[in-house]
T-cell receptor, first 112, second 112 residues
Framework: GNSVTQMEGPVTLSEEAFLTINCTYT??????LFWYVQYPGEGLQLLLK?????DKGSNKGFEATYRKETTSFHLEKGSVQVSDSAVYFC???????????FGKGTHLIIQP | NAGVTQTPKFRILKIGQSMTLQCTQD?????MYWYRQDPGMGLKLIYY???????DKGEVPNGYNVSRSTTEDFPLRLELAAPSQTSVYFC???????????FGPGTRLTVL
């Protein structure tokens, strides 16, 4: 079945540092890929998505490129802010009606 | 649009009690989902529905039941609460199985 592997956290960075959160996946077919963000005490919000190979999703300064050859969808941001502190989830479509498969999440902490 | 709303936000149950977690969406989405989120474990799918009158089991359905009498509502029922059901529960909806999911704010349930 489909699965998602994310780098373990917490990831602690200083403000204005460069961010990479790794995400690799296993899937049959051609899944759509997503990054969700969860701020403390809130539900998940879609951050960005890509629906086919070589697509780049982007939002709020975050980017991720769908790499089919390496089965990866790494999340990047050039200069992080304290307000980016949250838990980030990589996810993909399962291929059926039962929705998305999520990674375990990466807790990001940005220090001023 | 309110999006996806969930009630209650918090609840403490005693072992063996029952309760219903409410979920409503106003986006006219056919697909709806219930997840539980345990610390450090990502999200696990409990049940899902592809339209009114149609429901199916996810990865962890034991101890739960659902119904879908309308497009808008997708309540989750716990009949005999157990400590293992202590978790944060999220409801989500989507336009189709391959589209992004919109999440509610969650219900934090503790069973003592």
């Amino acid at each position: 079945g489909n699965s998602v592997t994310q780098m373990e956290g917490p990831v602690t960075l200083s403000e204005e540092a460069f961010l990479t959160i790794n995400c690799t996946y296993t899937a049959t077919g051609y899944p759509s890929l997503f990054w969700y963000v969860q701020y403390p005490g809130e539900g998940l919000q879609l951050l960005l998505k890509a629906t086919k190979a070589d697509d780049k999703g982007s939002n709020k300064g975050f980017e991720a490129t769908y790499r089919k050859e390496t089965t990866s969808f790494h999340l990047e941001k050039g200069s992080v802010q304290v307000s980016d502190s949250a838990v980030y989830f990589c996810a993909l479509t399962r291929g059926g009606a039962d929705g998305l498969t999520f990674g375990k999440g990466t807790h990001l902490i940005i220090q001023p | 649009n309110a999006g996806v709303t969930q009630t209650p936000k918090f609840r403490i149950l005693k072992i063996g009690q029952s309760m219903t977690l409410q979920c409503t969406q106003d986006m006219n989405h056919n697909y709806m989902y219930w997840y539980r989120q345990d610390p450090g474990m990502g999200l696990k799918l409990i049940y899902y529905s592809v339209g009114a009158g149609i429901t199916d089991k996810g990865e962890v359905p034991n101890g739960y039941n659902v119904s879908r009498s309308t497009t808008e509502d997708f309540p989750l029922r716990l009949e005999l609460a157990a400590p293992s059901q202590t978790s944060v529960y999220f409801c989500a909806s989507s336009y189709s199985k391959d589209n992004e999911q919109f999440f509610g704010p969650g219900t934090r349930l503790t069973v003592l």
